[in-house]
């Protein structure tokens, strides 16, 4: 598997991921910059999407590689 370029830095006493790192570049991005560079298709993140919940907080998900060995069941 290859690295992820995001890695979660800093979360909400709610556990929400507030702040992150892009690996390749040591840049720390909010969730929202990270949501908004996601939803703009920006290919340094292609690995993630964004789903919403019911209340309409967006969250910031990895995608599937397609092994069932390392999914939350």
Same mark, same amino acid.
């Given at each position: 598997? %290859? /690295? %992820?370029? @995001?890695?979660? !830095?800093? #979360?909400?006493?709610?556990?929400?991921?507030?702040?992150? !790192?892009? &690996?390749? &570049?040591?840049? &720390? !991005?909010?969730?929202? #910059?990270?949501?908004?560079? !996601?939803?703009?298709?920006?290919? +340094?993140? +292609? /690995?993630?999407? *964004? *789903?919403?919940?019911?209340?309409? @907080? /967006?969250?910031?998900?990895?995608?599937? /590689?397609?092994? &069932? %060995?390392?999914? @939350?069941?």
């Amino acid at each position: 598997m %290859k /690295d %992820k370029k @995001l890695r979660m !830095i800093e #979360q909400s006493e709610s556990g929400l991921n507030m702040r992150f !790192i892009n &690996t390749e &570049t040591n840049r &720390t !991005i909010s969730r929202e #910059q990270a949501i908004s560079q !996601i939803e703009k298709g920006n290919p +340094s993140y +292609s /690995d993630y999407h *964004v *789903v919403r919940n019911p209340k309409g @907080l /967006d969250f910031i998900r990895s995608n599937p /590689d397609g092994k &069932t %060995k390392n999914n @939350l069941e």
